[in-house]
């Protein structure tokens, strides 16, 4: 495992490690540390336990590496009032189309994006049924994984390019928001308080959300672990 200096951030040389005193000398700044408390502060398998109760798995891989994976949420109670609703709409599109065919094929084109909102709550149901989401972090990569029926993701970005992992407002749309019965619940309580929070990935391009189907106290576990992963390896 490497060791860094913590004066100097220089690397330090395993020919200056002595394991039976544990200690370690930089040579670029002549300091010496305590080589098992340089290792702890580097190492990303040192993790805090879970929520109770919760759904994710977690694994250390032997290249220091931890995998968190999130199940596929089923078919559950909470998904019946969105299953009600998403036919309750195609039928009424359904029939509101047919009935403006009837007097002019051009007034019944104007149903399109009701049709596209439909499919799209459909789709994100669907989804939200089936996904699961895999994430790894190494000393050198985070990974990304959503796997689901419809447009599964892969994203994959450099730890260093890492800003920070954290709760983060999500923008909503009828895809995602039909898609998941707890970003539905989530917007009704914080109404008017500054939207729906998400674990997010922040990076100077991009954010990446992930674990939407988790709840409150594995959400705020997994990016306040994450994050705190994160720093040790950056400092």
Known sequence: ?????????????????????????????????????????????????????????????????????????????????????????????????????????????????FWLVGFGMLGGLINSISETQTLKISRTLLTLKKDRPIRPMNFEIKVKDIQSIKMKNLKMNPFSMFGNFRMMLKMQKSFGMGGIEMPAIITGAKTEYFFEGANDAEQEWVTSTLDNIIKRMKN
């Open 1 to 113: 495992m490497e060791l860094i200096c913590p004066n100097c951030k220089a690397t330090i040389s395993p020919d200056n490690v002595n394991i039976s005193s544990d200690l370690a000398k930089c040579d670029k700044c002549n300091s010496i540390h305590k080589a098992s408390e340089l290792a702890d502060s580097k190492s990303i398998d040192k993790i805090n336990n879970p929520p109770t109760g919760t759904k994710m798995t977690i694994k250390k891989g032997f290249d220091d590496s931890i995998e968190l994976f999130y199940p596929k949420k089923g078919f559950t109670a909470s998904v019946i009032p969105q299953l009600f609703f998403t036919i309750f709409w195609l039928g009424f599109i359904s029939f509101w189309t047919w009935g403006a065919s009837q007097g002019s094929v051009i007034f019944a084109l104007f149903s399109i994006p």
